[in-house]
Protein backbone atom coordinates (compact mmCIF):
# COMPACT_ATOMS: atom_id res chain seq x y z
CA UNK A 1 0.00 0.00 0.00
CA UNK A 2 1.27 3.55 -0.96
CA UNK A 3 2.04 5.86 1.97
CA UNK A 4 -0.50 8.06 0.32
CA UNK A 5 -3.11 6.02 0.37
CA UNK A 6 -2.35 5.21 4.25
CA UNK A 7 -2.40 8.94 4.49
CA UNK A 8 -5.40 9.15 4.01
CA UNK A 9 -7.52 12.48 5.59
CA UNK A 10 -11.47 12.27 5.29
CA UNK A 11 -12.77 15.33 2.90
CA UNK A 12 -16.37 17.74 3.67
CA UNK A 13 -16.95 17.41 -0.29
CA UNK A 14 -19.22 14.22 0.39
CA UNK A 15 -21.46 15.74 2.69
CA UNK A 16 -21.47 19.13 1.73
CA UNK A 17 -22.87 17.69 -2.08
CA UNK A 18 -26.40 15.69 -0.49
CA UNK A 19 -26.77 18.92 2.21
CA UNK A 20 -26.35 21.65 -1.03
CA UNK A 21 -30.04 21.42 -2.51
CA UNK A 22 -31.52 20.94 1.90
CA UNK A 23 -29.49 24.28 3.02
CA UNK A 24 -30.67 26.29 -0.09
CA UNK A 25 -34.29 25.07 0.05
CA UNK A 26 -34.14 26.13 3.68
CA UNK A 27 -32.39 29.26 2.66
CA UNK A 28 -35.44 30.18 0.23
CA UNK A 29 -38.01 28.95 2.62
CA UNK A 30 -37.09 31.28 5.70
CA UNK A 31 -36.20 34.02 3.36
CA UNK A 32 -40.03 33.99 2.34
CA UNK A 33 -40.49 34.40 5.95
CA UNK A 34 -38.34 37.35 6.60
CA UNK A 35 -39.76 39.09 3.85
CA UNK A 36 -43.53 38.57 4.61
CA UNK A 37 -42.40 39.61 8.97
CA UNK A 38 -41.03 42.94 6.79
CA UNK A 39 -44.29 42.96 4.93
CA UNK A 40 -46.50 42.70 8.42
CA UNK A 41 -43.91 45.27 9.91
CA UNK A 42 -44.51 47.91 7.16
CA UNK A 43 -48.69 46.98 7.50
CA UNK A 44 -48.62 47.56 11.38
CA UNK A 45 -46.74 51.11 11.50
CA UNK A 46 -48.72 52.25 8.10
CA UNK A 47 -51.95 50.77 10.89
CA UNK A 48 -50.81 53.09 13.88
CA UNK A 49 -49.61 56.09 11.74
CA UNK A 50 -53.28 56.29 10.10
CA UNK A 51 -55.15 55.14 13.06
CA UNK A 52 -56.24 59.33 13.97
CA UNK A 53 -57.32 59.88 10.07
CA UNK A 54 -59.74 56.67 10.12
CA UNK A 55 -61.31 57.75 13.58
CA UNK A 56 -61.86 60.99 12.27
CA UNK A 57 -63.17 59.85 9.88
CA UNK A 58 -65.70 57.49 11.58
CA UNK A 59 -66.61 60.27 14.25
CA UNK A 60 -67.61 62.80 11.25
CA UNK A 61 -70.00 60.09 10.26
CA UNK A 62 -71.32 59.57 13.32
CA UNK A 63 -72.05 62.94 14.08
CA UNK A 64 -74.28 63.33 11.09
CA UNK A 65 -76.00 60.32 12.11
CA UNK A 66 -76.45 60.79 15.18
CA UNK A 67 -78.17 63.96 14.42
CA UNK A 68 -79.99 62.15 11.71
CA UNK A 69 -81.60 60.27 15.03
CA UNK A 70 -82.41 62.89 17.11
CA UNK A 71 -84.33 64.45 13.94
CA UNK A 72 -86.18 61.61 13.35
CA UNK A 73 -87.05 61.18 17.10
CA UNK A 74 -88.13 64.04 18.10
CA UNK A 75 -89.34 65.72 14.95
CA UNK A 76 -89.89 62.91 11.87
CA UNK A 77 -91.51 60.03 13.45
CA UNK A 78 -94.35 61.57 15.01
CA UNK A 79 -95.57 63.14 12.31
CA UNK A 80 -95.14 59.79 10.05
CA UNK A 81 -97.08 58.00 12.37
CA UNK A 82 -100.54 59.14 11.46
CA UNK A 83 -99.98 58.48 7.62
CA UNK A 84 -102.11 56.56 5.48
CA UNK A 85 -100.84 54.49 2.44
CA UNK A 86 -102.04 52.69 0.15
CA UNK A 87 -101.26 50.64 -3.20
CA UNK A 88 -102.44 49.65 -6.37
CA UNK A 89 -101.11 46.72 -8.53
CA UNK A 90 -101.51 43.88 -10.95
CA UNK A 91 -105.20 44.31 -10.29
CA UNK A 92 -104.54 44.13 -6.57
CA UNK A 93 -105.62 46.56 -4.11
CA UNK A 94 -103.56 46.43 -0.66
CA UNK A 95 -102.93 49.54 2.54
CA UNK A 96 -99.59 49.35 3.80
CA UNK A 97 -99.34 48.24 7.37
CA UNK A 98 -97.37 50.17 9.79
CA UNK A 99 -94.41 48.50 10.84
CA UNK A 100 -92.95 49.53 14.34
CA UNK A 101 -91.43 48.57 17.31
CA UNK A 102 -88.18 49.40 19.88
CA UNK A 103 -85.78 48.19 18.20
CA UNK A 104 -81.81 49.99 18.32
CA UNK A 105 -80.03 50.94 15.27
CA UNK A 106 -77.80 47.76 16.01
CA UNK A 107 -80.37 45.59 13.92
CA UNK A 108 -79.93 47.93 10.79
CA UNK A 109 -75.97 48.05 10.77
CA UNK A 110 -73.68 45.89 10.16
CA UNK A 111 -72.91 43.01 12.87
CA UNK A 112 -69.55 44.37 13.10
CA UNK A 113 -71.04 47.66 14.70
CA UNK A 114 -72.15 45.82 17.67
CA UNK A 115 -69.45 46.51 19.92
CA UNK A 116 -69.45 49.80 19.41
CA UNK A 117 -71.29 51.84 22.43
CA UNK A 118 -71.39 54.91 20.61
CA UNK A 119 -74.28 54.68 18.23
CA UNK A 120 -77.75 55.51 19.28
CA UNK A 121 -80.70 53.87 19.92
CA UNK A 122 -83.71 54.85 17.99
CA UNK A 123 -87.27 53.84 17.14
CA UNK A 124 -88.19 52.64 13.57
CA UNK A 125 -91.08 53.43 11.29
CA UNK A 126 -91.88 52.30 7.88
CA UNK A 127 -95.28 50.84 6.08
CA UNK A 128 -95.09 47.67 4.86
CA UNK A 129 -97.10 45.56 2.24
CA UNK A 130 -96.65 42.79 -0.49
CA UNK A 131 -98.90 41.90 -3.58
CA UNK A 132 -98.90 38.69 -6.31
CA UNK A 133 -97.14 39.46 -9.17
CA UNK A 134 -97.95 38.26 -12.77
CA UNK A 135 -97.01 34.68 -13.38
CA UNK A 136 -94.92 34.06 -16.45
CA UNK A 137 -93.72 30.40 -17.94
CA UNK A 138 -90.50 29.02 -17.60
CA UNK A 139 -90.41 28.48 -21.76
CA UNK A 140 -91.14 32.08 -21.69
CA UNK A 141 -88.10 32.70 -19.03
CA UNK A 142 -85.79 30.35 -21.04
CA UNK A 143 -86.49 32.58 -24.59
CA UNK A 144 -85.75 35.74 -22.79
CA UNK A 145 -82.52 33.92 -21.96
CA UNK A 146 -81.52 33.21 -25.01
CA UNK A 147 -81.31 36.65 -26.23
CA UNK A 148 -77.65 37.77 -26.30
CA UNK A 149 -77.66 41.47 -24.62
CA UNK A 150 -78.78 42.31 -21.19
CA UNK A 151 -82.40 44.05 -21.02
CA UNK A 152 -85.49 43.85 -19.36
CA UNK A 153 -88.92 42.39 -19.70
CA UNK A 154 -92.16 42.37 -18.11
CA UNK A 155 -92.98 46.15 -17.44
CA UNK A 156 -94.96 46.59 -14.84
CA UNK A 157 -96.60 49.13 -12.28
CA UNK A 158 -97.41 50.26 -8.98
CA UNK A 159 -99.52 53.12 -7.93
CA UNK A 160 -99.13 54.67 -4.22
CA UNK A 161 -101.34 57.05 -2.30
CA UNK A 162 -99.79 58.46 0.45
CA UNK A 163 -102.97 60.31 2.47
CA UNK A 164 -102.18 62.83 5.73
CA UNK A 165 -103.72 65.56 7.03
CA UNK A 166 -106.13 65.89 4.89
CA UNK A 167 -103.66 66.24 1.83
CA UNK A 168 -103.25 63.12 -0.97
CA UNK A 169 -100.16 62.55 -2.86
CA UNK A 170 -99.92 60.13 -5.61
CA UNK A 171 -97.26 58.63 -7.18
CA UNK A 172 -96.40 55.86 -9.75
CA UNK A 173 -93.42 53.31 -9.95
CA UNK A 174 -92.55 51.79 -12.90
CA UNK A 175 -89.86 49.39 -13.34
CA UNK A 176 -89.17 46.24 -15.59
CA UNK A 177 -90.54 42.53 -13.15
CA UNK A 178 -87.68 40.19 -15.46
CA UNK A 179 -84.24 41.18 -15.98
CA UNK A 180 -81.38 39.54 -17.93
CA UNK A 181 -78.12 41.29 -16.72
CA UNK A 182 -74.74 40.17 -18.48
CA UNK A 183 -71.49 40.09 -17.28
CA UNK A 184 -67.84 39.40 -18.84
CA UNK A 185 -66.17 36.10 -18.05
CA UNK A 186 -66.97 32.75 -16.16
CA UNK A 187 -65.78 34.03 -12.88
CA UNK A 188 -68.84 36.08 -12.34
CA UNK A 189 -70.71 32.67 -13.09
CA UNK A 190 -68.88 30.75 -10.64
CA UNK A 191 -69.82 33.64 -7.78
CA UNK A 192 -73.46 33.41 -8.64
CA UNK A 193 -75.69 30.49 -7.95
CA UNK A 194 -78.48 31.64 -11.06
CA UNK A 195 -76.12 32.16 -13.96
CA UNK A 196 -76.21 30.38 -17.84
CA UNK A 197 -72.66 30.35 -19.79
CA UNK A 198 -72.63 31.53 -23.41
CA UNK A 199 -70.03 31.61 -25.14
CA UNK A 200 -67.91 32.90 -22.63
CA UNK A 201 -70.17 35.54 -21.14
CA UNK A 202 -72.72 35.15 -18.08
CA UNK A 203 -75.97 35.89 -18.07
CA UNK A 204 -78.22 36.31 -14.71
CA UNK A 205 -82.11 36.25 -14.91
CA UNK A 206 -83.33 38.63 -11.96
CA UNK A 207 -86.95 39.05 -10.59
CA UNK A 208 -87.98 42.21 -8.81
CA UNK A 209 -88.04 41.91 -5.08
CA UNK A 210 -88.84 44.73 -3.11
CA UNK A 211 -90.00 47.93 -4.14
CA UNK A 212 -89.19 51.07 -1.83
CA UNK A 213 -89.91 54.61 -1.92
CA UNK A 214 -88.45 57.60 0.18
CA UNK A 215 -91.19 60.24 1.33
CA UNK A 216 -90.82 63.59 2.75
CA UNK A 217 -92.75 65.96 4.69
CA UNK A 218 -94.12 69.29 2.51
CA UNK A 219 -94.63 72.87 3.78
CA UNK A 220 -98.34 72.19 4.34
CA UNK A 221 -97.47 68.88 6.66
CA UNK A 222 -98.52 66.38 4.16
CA UNK A 223 -96.01 63.46 2.46
CA UNK A 224 -94.75 63.29 -0.58
CA UNK A 225 -91.95 61.50 -2.48
CA UNK A 226 -88.67 62.71 -2.11
CA UNK A 227 -87.31 64.35 -5.25
CA UNK A 228 -84.17 64.70 -4.16
CA UNK A 229 -83.39 61.26 -4.54
CA UNK A 230 -86.31 60.08 -6.98
CA UNK A 231 -87.43 58.12 -4.12
CA UNK A 232 -84.48 55.54 -3.97
CA UNK A 233 -83.96 53.95 -0.13
CA UNK A 234 -80.53 53.19 -1.68
CA UNK A 235 -79.69 56.13 -3.14
CA UNK A 236 -75.56 56.43 -3.01
CA UNK A 237 -75.50 52.97 -1.90
CA UNK A 238 -73.33 50.44 -4.02
CA UNK A 239 -75.01 47.40 -2.27
CA UNK A 240 -78.16 47.97 -4.16
CA UNK A 241 -79.29 48.76 -7.93
CA UNK A 242 -79.42 52.53 -7.83
CA UNK A 243 -83.31 52.92 -8.30
CA UNK A 244 -86.60 52.04 -6.78
CA UNK A 245 -86.15 48.30 -6.96
CA UNK A 246 -83.71 45.47 -5.55
CA UNK A 247 -83.77 43.13 -7.76
CA UNK A 248 -82.45 38.83 -6.81
CA UNK A 249 -80.84 36.55 -8.46
CA UNK A 250 -83.85 33.47 -10.12
CA UNK A 251 -82.47 29.95 -10.79
CA UNK A 252 -84.60 28.33 -13.82
CA UNK A 253 -82.33 24.71 -13.08
CA UNK A 254 -84.28 21.75 -14.67
CA UNK A 255 -88.03 22.99 -14.68
CA UNK A 256 -91.06 22.00 -17.21
CA UNK A 257 -91.13 24.50 -20.25
CA UNK A 258 -95.13 24.85 -19.34
CA UNK A 259 -94.60 25.28 -15.32
CA UNK A 260 -95.81 28.96 -14.18
CA UNK A 261 -93.08 30.88 -12.22
CA UNK A 262 -95.15 33.25 -9.69
CA UNK A 263 -93.46 36.14 -7.51
CA UNK A 264 -94.13 37.97 -4.48
CA UNK A 265 -93.05 41.90 -4.60
CA UNK A 266 -92.96 43.66 -1.45
CA UNK A 267 -93.60 47.55 -1.50
CA UNK A 268 -92.20 49.62 1.47
CA UNK A 269 -92.46 53.42 2.15
CA UNK A 270 -89.56 54.79 4.38
CA UNK A 271 -89.05 58.43 5.33
CA UNK A 272 -86.50 60.18 3.49
CA UNK A 273 -85.12 60.94 7.51
CA UNK A 274 -85.14 57.13 8.24
CA UNK A 275 -81.79 56.78 10.36
CA UNK A 276 -81.16 53.96 8.17
CA UNK A 277 -81.54 55.17 5.15
CA UNK A 278 -79.02 57.79 6.22
CA UNK A 279 -77.41 55.26 7.29
CA UNK A 280 -77.12 53.60 4.20
CA UNK A 281 -76.30 56.64 2.15
CA UNK A 282 -73.68 57.56 4.57
CA UNK A 283 -71.85 54.02 4.63
CA UNK A 284 -72.42 53.21 0.50
CA UNK A 285 -74.67 50.52 1.61
CA UNK A 286 -71.96 49.12 3.58
CA UNK A 287 -73.96 49.48 7.04
CA UNK A 288 -70.63 50.19 8.93
CA UNK A 289 -69.42 53.52 10.03
CA UNK A 290 -65.48 52.05 10.05
CA UNK A 291 -63.18 51.42 12.76
CA UNK A 292 -62.47 53.70 15.77
CA UNK A 293 -58.70 55.04 16.13
CA UNK A 294 -57.96 52.73 19.15
CA UNK A 295 -59.46 49.58 17.00
CA UNK A 296 -56.84 50.76 14.71
CA UNK A 297 -54.04 51.00 16.93
CA UNK A 298 -54.57 47.82 18.33
CA UNK A 299 -54.17 45.95 15.00
CA UNK A 300 -51.08 47.75 14.21
CA UNK A 301 -49.36 47.23 17.34
CA UNK A 302 -50.20 43.68 17.27
CA UNK A 303 -49.10 43.56 13.53
CA UNK A 304 -45.58 44.79 14.82
CA UNK A 305 -45.59 42.68 17.63
CA UNK A 306 -46.03 39.02 15.68
CA UNK A 307 -43.32 40.56 13.05
CA UNK A 308 -41.08 41.07 15.64
CA UNK A 309 -41.77 38.38 17.42
CA UNK A 310 -41.48 36.22 14.27
CA UNK A 311 -38.18 38.03 12.58
CA UNK A 312 -35.75 37.74 15.73
CA UNK A 313 -35.60 34.00 16.01
CA UNK A 314 -35.76 33.53 12.19
CA UNK A 315 -32.13 36.37 12.31
CA UNK A 316 -30.64 34.76 14.83
CA UNK A 317 -30.90 31.22 13.05
CA UNK A 318 -29.60 32.66 9.96
CA UNK A 319 -26.44 34.14 12.01
CA UNK A 320 -25.70 30.43 13.16
CA UNK A 321 -26.00 29.28 10.27
CA UNK A 322 -23.70 31.26 8.38
CA UNK A 323 -21.03 32.47 11.01
CA UNK A 324 -21.55 30.01 13.73
CA UNK A 325 -18.97 27.65 14.82
CA UNK A 326 -20.97 24.53 13.42
CA UNK A 327 -23.01 26.15 10.51
CA UNK A 328 -22.19 23.14 8.29
CA UNK A 329 -23.36 20.62 10.51
CA UNK A 330 -26.59 22.33 11.11
CA UNK A 331 -27.47 21.81 7.80
CA UNK A 332 -26.50 18.26 7.42
CA UNK A 333 -29.55 15.77 8.53
CA UNK A 334 -28.75 11.84 9.84
CA UNK A 335 -26.38 9.98 9.43
CA UNK A 336 -24.33 12.73 7.76
CA UNK A 337 -24.50 15.03 10.15
CA UNK A 338 -23.06 12.38 13.06
CA UNK A 339 -20.28 11.68 10.61
CA UNK A 340 -19.54 14.94 10.13
CA UNK A 341 -19.05 16.05 13.66
CA UNK A 342 -17.27 13.28 14.60
CA UNK A 343 -14.61 13.90 11.54
CA UNK A 344 -14.60 17.93 13.25
CA UNK A 345 -13.81 16.99 16.59
CA UNK A 346 -11.27 13.87 15.39
CA UNK A 347 -9.78 16.84 12.67
CA UNK A 348 -9.11 19.14 16.18
CA UNK A 349 -6.63 16.03 17.57
CA UNK A 350 -4.16 15.03 15.85
CA UNK A 351 -3.04 11.83 18.50
CA UNK A 352 -6.84 10.25 16.98
CA UNK A 353 -5.55 11.00 13.43
CA UNK A 354 -2.23 9.23 13.71
CA UNK A 355 -3.95 6.21 15.47
CA UNK A 356 -6.52 6.52 12.58
CA UNK A 357 -3.38 6.24 9.56
CA UNK A 358 -1.63 3.28 11.83
CA UNK A 359 -5.32 1.35 12.24
CA UNK A 360 -5.36 1.50 8.13
CA UNK A 361 -1.81 0.41 7.58
CA UNK A 362 -1.85 -2.59 9.50
CA UNK A 363 -5.34 -3.36 8.17
CA UNK A 364 -3.89 -3.35 4.73
CA UNK A 365 -0.29 -5.38 5.34
CA UNK A 366 -2.30 -8.64 6.29
Same mark, same amino acid.
Given at each position: &?????????????????????????????????????????????????????????????????????? $????????? =???????????????????????????????????? $????????????????????????????????????? =?? &????? =?????????????????????????????????????????????????????????????????????????????? $???????????????? $?????????????????????????????????????????????????????????????????????????????? &??????????? =??????????? &?????????????
Amino acid at each position: &MSAAAALRIPSRAPYYSSAFLDKQSKSTWFGALLFLCAAGFAAGVYLLVSASAVGKSRDENLVNYIEDVE $HWTDDVRPS =FLGVDIYAEAFGQNVTLAAIESGATSYEDLHKWEEG $HSDLPKYEPLFYEGSVGATTVTVADLYTEMEQDVAHD =FK &MSQVR =FSIVSNGANSNFTASFPLWKVEKYPGVQECRLRSSTVHSFGKCKVLQRARTVCITVQSNDEGSWEVDRRANGSCWQGS $HSHTPGLVDYEDYRLG $HRVAEEEVSSTLKLLIRSSNDPYVQAANLTNGTMYFGTTSEERSVEGLVLVIVSCALTLPALCFFWDTYYGEDSDIDW &MVGSEARKYKK =FREEEKEPESV &MKEIVRDFEMHSL
